[in-house]
């Protein structure tokens, strides 16, 4: 069984910074895909950066130059740097991990920005 524990969401200002964190612990493949989605009120969840265990990584359009996702892989641990916050980022932050075709999924961590 595999769980995913987030920690790191809060308040902050427009222009801001935050840096959330999610530890993944159970039996997890060598290769795998770590990520972050997040989900505003009343939109989709949509991804917003994902990294493998070999190290590439891909972000969403709207937080490419702002965000950074990194991971220590022998902590099965996936960060999230997210700089220069705008409101528009205020969401439930979930934390995923892909293993194979299975994902699994954090409870999520609140993100407001204020302007």
């Known amino acids: 069984q595999v769980q995913l524990v987030e920690s790191g969401g809060g308040l902050v200002q427009a222009g801001g910074s935050l840096r959330l964190s999610c530890a993944a612990s159970?039996?997890?493949?060598?290769?795998?895909?770590m990520g972050w989605y997040r989900q505003a009120p009343g939109k989709q969840r949509e991804l917003v950066a994902t990294?493998?265990?070999?190290?590439?990584?891909n972000y969403a359009d709207s937080v490419k130059g702002r965000f950074t996702i990194s991971r220590d892989n022998a902590k099965n641990t996936v960060y999230l740097e997210l700089n220069s916050l705008k409101p528009e980022d205020t969401a439930v932050y979930y934390c995923?991990?892909?293993?194979?075709?299975?994902?699994?999924w954090g409870q999520g961590t609140q993100v407001t920005v204020s302007s």
């Open positions: 995923n991990l892909r293993i194979r075709v299975v994902n699994y």
């Open positions: 159970g039996t997890i493949f060598s290769f795998n895909v």
């Open positions: 990294a493998t265990s070999y190290g590439n990584t």
